[in-house]
């Protein structure tokens, strides 16, 4: 580490956090976390990462990858997803009957995705963050971008307070950088409710092949139907299937708590959700858990995104700049995709701050903040508008490609197209200096 390394605080220990954290100590750039849970905590769920977020991540700290690979199901370049109708077949015989009930399957764009658990991901991350790197309990309440220290200051709700040359927000869809940077009254600041709830779980492969049968759930598979959709796909080796039943949420009023992603749920409601789909799929709701079973509520930036992602010494990461729902499985890797280009602006400051012929290095930091935001809002925002209009395809609500499939197909195939073949750093520019 550069003793004369400027000092970056991130808030939010989860996966873009750390992984951003790992980015910046590489480049010999001093990095403290600050995670309001007492400890590093995710969800036994799965996620999965494309080979264009896995590039990524080779270029942010090469070790990422090994740990990814460690404990991920990989599949190949020729993997595909494949959509079926789940609601028409009236047995399992019909529901894997190809020229019955398979809409189609996407190109795959070199997708080849790695799932894992994203605990096991994220523990396996934070083992590599040097000791002291981290401090948990330390929830941001508030900053100040103070122009006469040319520092921020971070305050926390337990009212104690630390500085940094540079705060990065990487707290998740509701985050409290993002409000403190419009302020509360800006549209930008609360994400909106999709009005879209998921179920998610992960069950023995073998309890899954029973359930979704033996074609279905040994690959990425997306089960449509009216309201309501069931994603699934194997992870940690194949032993392991993760489940994720989607649905529209018809109450007017918001998620239970809108400032938390997860409320309690009952198996009933799955059970009432899927009534009326293949038998099979109208049965999933036994795999869940009867006790401390929970619903996620799919939060999103799509109809209000933040109108930049930086403001003077503070930028925004991750979910907090571009959260959208889960549809195009593509918001932690869109979150990785910042991490390079935040990880190239912040070195390239500590390399030219101090030479003669540089701007100052404050005025440097402020505009390649404004770099690194120019460089990921369009694509952030395209990822969130278009997740939207996915999953109302998924739940049959006539999105922008109506009942038509063909329509449908073209759709998701352009969006993978787009997801996985963009140049990351190309986007970038360099602020003069
Ligand atoms: P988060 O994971 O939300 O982490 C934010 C962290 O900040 C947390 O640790 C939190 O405790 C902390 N924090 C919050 N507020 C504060 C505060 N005020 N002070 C201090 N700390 C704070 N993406 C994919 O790419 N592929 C997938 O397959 C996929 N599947 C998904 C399935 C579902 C059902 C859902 C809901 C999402 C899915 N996503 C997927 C999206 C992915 O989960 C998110 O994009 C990703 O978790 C965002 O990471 P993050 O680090 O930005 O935010």
Redesign the pocket.
């Known amino acids: 580490m550069a003793s004369d390394s400027f000092e970056v605080a991130i808030?939010?220990?989860?996966?873009?956090?750390v992984i951003t954290a790992l980015g910046l100590q590489r480049r010999g750039i001093k990095t403290t976390i600050?995670?309001?849970?007492p400890t590093w905590?995710?969800v036994s769920?799965?996620?999965?990462?494309t080979r264009a977020?896995r590039e990524c991540m080779e270029r942010i700290e090469p070790r990422l990858v090994e740990v990814l690979g460690s404990i991920s199901q990989k599949t190949d370049a020729n993997t595909c997803n494949s959509y079926w109708d789940g609601y028409h077949p009236r047995t399992l015989e019909e529901a894997e009957d190809e020229t019955k009930s398979l809409l189609f399957r996407t190109p795959t764009h070199n997708m080849d995705y790695w799932?894992c658990v994203?605990s096991q991901f994220l523990h396996g991350m934070a083992a590599l963050l040097p000791e002291g790197s981290v401090q948990f309990k330390?929830?941001?309440?508030s900053y100040e971008d103070d122009d006469k220290n040319g520092k921020v200051v971070l305050n926390?709700d337990d009212g104690s307070t630390e500085k940094a040359d540079v705060l990065v927000g990487?707290?998740?869809?509701?985050?409290?950088?993002r409000r403190a940077m419009f302020g509360a009254d800006h549209p930008a600041s609360e994400p909106v409710y999709a009005h879209q709830v998921?179920y998610?779980t992960m069950v023995p492969i073998d309890v899954g092949v029973e359930a979704l049968g033996s074609k279905t759930a040994v690959s990425a598979c997306i089960q449509t139907g009216p309201d309501a959709a069931i994603l699934s796909y194997p992870v940690m080796s194949g032993t392991v299937l993760n489940i994720?039943v989607f649905a529209h949420d018809f109450e007017p009023d918001s998620f239970p708590d809108p400032t938390r992603?997860v409320a309690p749920a009952k198996r009933e409601e799955l059970q009432r959700l899927l009534e009326g789909f293949s038998p099979h799929l109208a049965n999933i709701w036994k795999v869940y858990p009867e006790d401390s079973l929970v619903k996620?509520g799919?939060f999103d930036t799509a109809s209000n995104p933040p109108p930049t992602y930086a403001q003077g010494r503070v930028c925004i990461?991750?979910?907090?700049a571009h959260?959208?729902?889960?549809f195009l499985?593509?918001?932690?890797?869109?979150?990785?995709e910042d991490a390079p280009v935040l990880c190239t602006m912040l070195e390239f400051v500590q390399q030219n701050k101090r030479t003669p012929q540089s701007a100052s290095g404050d005025n440097l930091l402020r505009e390649s903040l404004q770099a690194y935001s120019r460089a990921r809002m369009e694509r952030g925002q395209w990822v969130a508008r278009n997740s939207r209009e996915i999953g109302d395809c998924y739940m049959w609500r006539f999105g922008p490609t109506g009942r038509d499939t063909k329509k449908f197909n073209e759709k998701l195939s352009k969006a993978y197209h787009y997801i996985t073949n963009y140049d990351v750093l190309g986007a970038v520019e360099i602020p003069a200096c």
């Open positions: 808030v939010g220990g989860g996966i873009i956090g600050y995670e309001r849970a905590h995710e769920a799965g996620f999965a990462f977020a799932g994203r330390k929830q941001l309440a926390f990487c707290d998740g869809i509701h985050s409290a950088t998921a998610r994720a992603m996620w799919l990461m991750g979910d907090a959260g959208s729902t889960p499985g593509a918001g932690a890797c869109t979150g990785v």
